[in-house]
């Protein structure tokens, strides 16, 4: 099993690397830049827990790419602003509406496993 403290930091430190300049300072080249490295971050979080997100697709098959790599990011306890650059989302409000709907989805105990406070067991998903 992954170093899952490891990963947590080096994806914080990555995202806070490359936090959004603004619209205004921020270049296509910039951007390419930033869409590279959200490219390799999750690419990194398919590898290190494929077989967390498989277990998950097939018990939850209505989830999707997105939402699975939400529970992930969720459950390396990632700051909300990690979490919304990975995501590409802007709002709170948008990682707010994805949990409530993955919440719908999934039963209570594995919500609770991912969204919980409590640290990240090995092999608990």
Do not use: H, W
Not at 98 to 123: A, D, L, M, V, W
């Amino acid at each position: 099993m992954p170093n899952i403290s490891k990963i947590g930091i080096e994806l914080s430190i990555k995202a806070s690397g490359l936090k959004d300049k603004g619209p205004i300072e921020e270049g296509k080249k910039e951007r390419e830049e930033k869409q590279k490295e959200i490219n390799s971050i999750q690419k990194e979080i398919n590898e290190v827990f494929i077989e967390a997100i498989q277990e998950l697709r097939e018990q939850y098959p209505k989830l999707t790419q997105e939402d699975l790599f939400y529970c992930i990011l969720q459950y390396l306890r990632l700051s909300t602003s990690t979490i919304k650059f990975c995501m590409r989302v802007e709002s709170n409000q948008a990682l707010t509406q994805r949990k409530y709907r993955i919440k719908k989805q999934i039963s209570p105990q594995t919500f609770s496993i991912i969204f919980n406070e409590s640290s990240p067991s090995e092999g608990v998903l």
